[in-house]
């Protein structure tokens, strides 16, 4: 079965400080990958979506960026982080029908 | 772009009443609905979805409804237990960018004994 991780679970950063957020999934190949970013009571929003390696689209203008150096492996970064960019990250993939049918345990991110 | 709204925000029921929550979403190009239950800190599920060339899904006590012509869908759910308590949310695609799931606001369920 597919078993999708990410890590870390939490994580504290200072405003302006680097970020790096790992997302690796197991039982399945060539999935398609997506980063989900969920504010504080609300829903979910497309960050980034990758149809295999090194293929990245993007879905909103911000000072993150994803990246995908292997095929069972998704990555999201930022070089400064914003206060605004607090919040609960989502991995998610999905099979050839390209729907996010499942979603990580999510990395809890609080910029200070 | 798709603009889903959902509705209510929050939804207090009795234990073994029904429970609905509905949606609407503006892109008539628009063909995939799925809903997600997320449980306090934890990670959403899909719990049930529906295709738009089909008005009605069910499975077991949950089900949807979907009215193409309004374009609106909903979530029903029978006889609720206490651990239907979570935040539900509706999204809504396309065929040819399935995986743009464009969300609802969600909407906290809970059921109370």
């Known amino acids: 079965s597919q078993t999708i991780h990410q890590w870390p679970a939490t994580l504290v950063q200072p405003v302006g400080s680097p970020l790096s957020l790992e997302c690796t999934v197991e039982g399945t190949s060539n999935p398609n990958l997506y980063w989900y970013r969920q504010a504080a009571g609300r829903g979910l929003q497309l960050l980034f979506y990758s149809v295999g390696i090194g293929q990245i689209s993007s879905e909103v203008p911000q000072n993150l960026s994803a990246s995908r150096p292997q095929d069972r492996q998704f990555i999201l970064s930022s070089k400064k982080l914003l206060l605004s960019d607090s919040g609960f990250y989502l991995c998610?993939?999905?099979?050839?029908?390209?729907?996010?049918?499942?979603f990580g345990p999510g990395t809890r991110l609080t910029v200070l | 772009g798709e603009n889903v709204e959902q509705h209510p925000s929050t939804l207090s029921v009795q234990e073994g009443d029904s429970a609905v929550i509905k949606c609407t979403y503006s892109?008539?190009?628009?063909?995939?609905f799925p809903w997600y239950k997320q449980e306090l800190g934890k990670r959403p599920q899909l719990i049930i979805d529906i295709r738009s060339n089909v008005g009605e899904k069910k499975d077991q006590r949950i089900a949807v409804t979907l009215n193409k012509t309004a374009k609106h869908f909903s979530l029903h759910i029978t006889e609720t237990q206490p651990e239907d308590s979570a935040v539900y949310f509706c999204?809504?695609?396309?065929?040819?960018?399935?995986?743009?799931?464009?969300f609802g606001a969600g909407t906290q369920v809970v059921v109370t004994p």
């Open positions: 999204a809504a695609s396309r065929a040819d960018s399935w995986g743009k799931l464009q």
């Open positions: 892109d008539s190009a628009s063909n995939y």
């Open positions: 998610a993939w999905s099979g050839t029908s390209g729907v996010p049918r499942y």
